[in-house]
C-alpha cells in the first residue's frame, strides 16, 4: 500500500508500556502513511479485539499487528499462537516488538509464524527509528491482505 491510498490502515498495538506505547502512536502518526492505530494494554485485551468480544465487540480488522512479548495476563506468546491458529486472523501480519533479547523468544516467536521479530532499542531516538523503519517497510513497501 502507498501513502496515496484512500483508506487508512489500521495497526493494532499490544503493548503495556505506557511510555513506549504513545512513543509508538507519534512516530507513527507523524509517518508517510495515514494510519489509524488502535492501543490495548495487555494479551487479553489483545485477544477480545481481536475475536471483537467485550467492549470490543464492533472493532475492525487490524492490518497489521505491533506485539510486545512481555505481556500481563496472556503474554505475547500466546497471543501470537492463538492469532496464526485462527482461520481469519493467521493472514495479519504480526511484528513482535520487545525488550527480549533471549535467543529462546526468537525461536518460539518464528516457530510461531511471527513476521518478524525486532528488538525495541534503549533510547527515544533509536526507539522512533526503528518505529519508522517499521512503518516504511510494513506499510510502504509490503502489500497487505486485505482485512
Keep these: 500500500m502507498t501513502s496515496d491510498t484512500a483508506e487508512a490502515i489500521e495497526i493494532l498495538l499490544v503493548e503495556d508500556d505506557a511510555g513506549d506505547a504513545e512513543r509508538t502512536m507519534a512516530a507513527l502518526h507523524d509517518g ?7 492501543w490495548v494494554e495487555d494479551g487479553e485485551q489483545a485477544l477480545q479485539y481481536l475475536y471483537r468480544t467485550g467492549t470490543f465487540s464492533r472493532a475492525s480488522r487490524p492490518d497489521l499487528i505491533l506485539l510486545d512479548w512481555w505481556l500481563p495476563r496472556i503474554n505475547g506468546s500466546e497471543v501470537l499462537d492463538r492469532i496464526k491458529k485462527h482461520p481469519e486472523l493467521k493472514r495479519i501480519p504480526v511484528v513482535i516488538l520487545t525488550a527480549s533479547t533471549q535467543d529462546k523468544d526468537v525461536i518460539e516467536a518464528y516457530n510461531k ?23 516504511d517497510f510494513w506499510l510502504t513497501v509490503v502489500k497487505l491482505p486485505a482485512a
Design 32 to 38: 508517510k502513511v495515514r494510519n489509524r492505530v488502535v
Design 113 to 135: 509464524h511471527a513476521n518478524c521479530f525486532i528488538l525495541k532499542p534503549v533510547g527515544v531516538d533509536a526507539f522512533l527509528n526503528v518505529v519508522r523503519t517499521i512503518e
